[in-house]
């Protein structure tokens, strides 16, 4: 059974894995890296960065130019990984030949840390090298986590080092980012480069081997913590409490889930089906259980944290079950509308989350009117929200033709893109990465069309 302790490691290192795309920053640090040697006694010699901390440092500033020129690299990069995410998000992954490039995807595991307002070489270097350290902690085994963190930990002292604790929270929360969202790539970095050229563009590469099954992270009481820090155990201690006889049942339900979708590796159609209806039995007992509450965050103690991790992938895995068995469609739109009515002072992204997914399973169905409607009470419910308006936009945008089978209407796109935008709500900027991103496909469609 998947032990309470790995729920709390991600309550208190990734509350906000719920949002998308991840937001965290270093604040106000820089990385810089050295290449050290690190024995592995089930694969050849690995090459790891270790990241080390300088605060003091002040980058020279870049020219307006260089500005310009970085900003459109970070529209590119943007479209890049929207553009995988849109021929990759829902699907489980498989087998290490049907696993996305491994440089590309640690671009995207590192989110908005590369496209921060520091982007000179040595910020980049150091952030990857910091960030390819943490993926290959959250893939190993207990007993190799626990090495790799040491050596990081020391490499740190051995500098002169002194991390913060927004550091430390930032190392725990990638290393855990690593194990809940990528946990079924089986790759380790053996090696990494980075070139540049004179424009000011990078290349990651990457030399990697596939993990033996048996050397692998998996969840269970002995591992929960590996690899983190000694700060974030002491606080998952405090999290061992009894569970009663109904917060037993679903835990092994939902754990039972988790391991069919695991066990999907094997490219098992049916497993995906299966972790959805005994995930639904798991909600029928929530429900029960919970039925006096009016939010999924006042679900107290570990289950709590299980319960609200769970919740926030359901989501997903009912559009898989969907695309493979239609009739999860509306069992999918149930659940989201029963959460949604059940917890309605839960956390505003679960709310957005579910609305959304109502509104992208109607418009999978065809039903149009009824996913305008969706949207449209989705933001008149919640007018500060601005995942809302994008959401809504997306269906609209050529640039995601390949998710929806609706028309496309750029000045409908673009005229929800802006209202976030005019109004200065929170996650305003994700808002205009979209709106620029459309006009740039927009002005390369009208040249294409004038060739």
């Known amino acids: 059974m998947v032990d309470r302790l790995v729920w709390a490691s991600v309550f208190f290192t990734a509350p906000f894995l719920l949002c998308c795309p991840v937001t965290s920053v270093v604040p106000g640090s820089l990385f810089f890296g050295h290449s050290i040697r690190i024995f592995n006694p089930s694969s050849p010699i690995i090459t790891a960065c270790i990241p080390f901390l300088c605060v003091d440092r002040v980058m020279a500033k870049l020219s307006a130019g260089q500005k ?26 498989g087998t290490a030949n049907g696993l996305p490039k491994l440089s590309s995807l640690i671009i995207e595991y590192a989110g908005d840390l590369l496209v921060g307002a520091d982007n000179s070489r040595s910020y980049i270097e150091g952030l990857l090298g910091y960030l390819i350290m ?16 040491d050596i990081l930990d020391a490499g740190m002292q051995e500098g002169g080092v002194t991390a913060p604790d927004e550091i430390i929270e ?100 049916q497993n995906i089906v299966d972790a959805c209806d005994t995930w639904l039995i798991a909600w029928g007992l929530i429900k029960d259980r919970y039925g006096h509450l009016t939010s999924i965050n006042d ?5 709590g944290i299980l319960i609200q991790n769970w919740s926030a992938e359901m989501d997903m895995n009912l559009h898989n079950a969907a695309c493979i068995e239609p009739g999860y469609n509306e069992k999918g739109i149930l659940f989201a ?48 929200e601005t995942w809302g308006y994008i959401g809504w936009g ?31 709500l929170r996650h305003a900027d994700d808002a205009r990465e979209r709106l620029e991103e459309l006009i740039a496909f927009e002005r390369e469609a009208a040249t294409t069309m004038d060739a």
């Open 299 to 303: 679900i107290e103690g570990m289950i």
């Open 170 to 269: 930032q190392l725990d929360f990638f290393i855990t980012k690593r194990r809940m969202l990528f946990g079924d790539d089986p790759r380790i970095v053996l090696e990494h480069s980075i070139s540049w050229n004179g424009m000011g563009e990078y290349n990651l590469q990457v030399v990697s081997t596939v993990l033996p099954l048996e050397d692998r992270f998996s969840m269970n009481m002995e591992n929960a913590t590996a690899g983190l820090s000694a700060r974030l155990r002491e606080k998952v201690d405090t999290f061992r409490t009894p569970l009663t006889e109904e917060e037993e049942e679903i835990e092994r339900l939902i754990d039972r889930g988790y391991k069919l979708l695991e066990s999907n590796r094997l490219k098992d159609d």
């Open 134 to 149: 943490t993926w290959n902690i959250g893939a190993v085994k207990p007993e190799k986590a626990n090495e790799l963190r």
């Open 394 to 424: 997306d269906v609209y945008n050529p640039v995601y033709k390949n998710t929806f089978n609706t028309p496309k209407d750029i000045d409908r796109a673009k005229q929800l893109y802006r209202i976030p935008i005019v109004r200065e």
């Open 337 to 384: 509308r029963e959460f949604c009515q059940q917890y309605p002072d839960s956390d505003k992204t679960y709310i957005v989350n579910f609305q959304r997914f109502i509104a992208e399973q109607l418009l999978q169905k065809g039903e149009m009117e009824a996913a305008e409607a969706t949207f449209e009470a989705l933001v008149t419910d919640l007018p500060d």
């Open 68 to 93: 310009r020129r970085q900003k459109e690299l970070k529209r590119k990069k943007k479209k890049q990984v929207q553009a995988r995410k849109q021929q990759t998000s829902m699907v489980h992954m």
